[in-house]
Structure formats: structure tokens, C-alpha cells
């Protein structure tokens, strides 16, 4: 079993910047490919990005290629997006996700490749 805990939500104007934090339990997060998504009012969660394990590489969604960056320490379990330029059709909720069987991209691109989610953490930004 595998937690996944959200940080550094908010509220910021357009052009702002957040980092979003997610730390995970378990002793073998290297092994994790780790996943970002997000979910607007009325829409379906989509994706944002993906941090395959071991490697690290890592795939983009193309409205936020650019703009955000997707980083981990592995030390500390902890996989960061960095969210610069922000406008206000980034507004959703975001959650961190992880997949435990090395599944590889395209894949990855869907929210049912990933075993493990976390509650959310809000970004809401101002125009």
C-alpha cells in the first residue's frame, strides 16, 4: 500500500508561479513512476505529467510543456511540480498518482495506468 500526500496549493494571479509537492510512503520510490493530473469543475481529470521510474524522463502534456516541470527526490520520496506562468484555465484540482508497474508511454497518459492517488491538493488561478 502506497500513500500519496498532496502540499502547495492555492490561490495565485495569472503570470504567478506554485510548487506542488507530493510525498509517498514506501521504502522503493525510485520504482514509482510518478504522475501528475488535474481535474476543472465539469470536466474529466486529464493529464499533465509523467516521471517514469528509475529514468526520470519525463512526458508533458502539451498545454503545460514550457510552463510546468515535473522533479523528483528520491531520497525524500518526493515528487515536485513546478507550475510557472500560471493562467487561470490551469484552475483545478491536482493530484499526484503513482504507478508500481513500469508501465511505459504512451500509457501513462491514462489515469488508469496508475495503482495509487492522492486526495487533491486546489489551484485556483486569478485573471
Do not use: H
Request: aromatic fraction near 12%; proline fraction near 2%; charged fraction near 15%.
Amino acid at each position: 500500500q502506497v500513500q500519496l500526500v498532496e502540499s502547495g496549493g492555492g490561490l495565485v494571479q495569472a503570470g504567478g508561479s506554485l510548487r506542488l509537492s507530493c510525498a509517498a510512503s514506501g521504502r522503493t520510490f525510485s520504482s514509482y513512476t510518478m504522475g501528475w493530473f488535474r481535474q476543472a469543475p465539469g470536466k474529466e481529470r486529464e493529464f499533465v505529467v509523467a516521471s517514469r521510474r528509475f529514468s526520470g524522463d519525463a512526458y508533458y502534456a502539451d498545454s503545460v510543456k514550457a510552463r510546468f516541470t515535473i522533479s523528483r527526490d528520491n531520497a525524500k520520496n518526493t515528487v515536485y511540480l513546478q507550475m510557472n506562468n500560471l493562467k487561470p484555465e490551469d484552475t483545478a484540482v491536482y493530484y499526484c498518482a503513482a504507478d508500481l508497474g513500469g508501465k511505459t508511454w504512451p500509457s501513462l497518459l491514462s489515469s488508469s495506468s496508475y495503482n495509487y492517488w492522492g486526495q487533491g491538493t486546489q489551484v485556483t488561478i486569478s485573471s
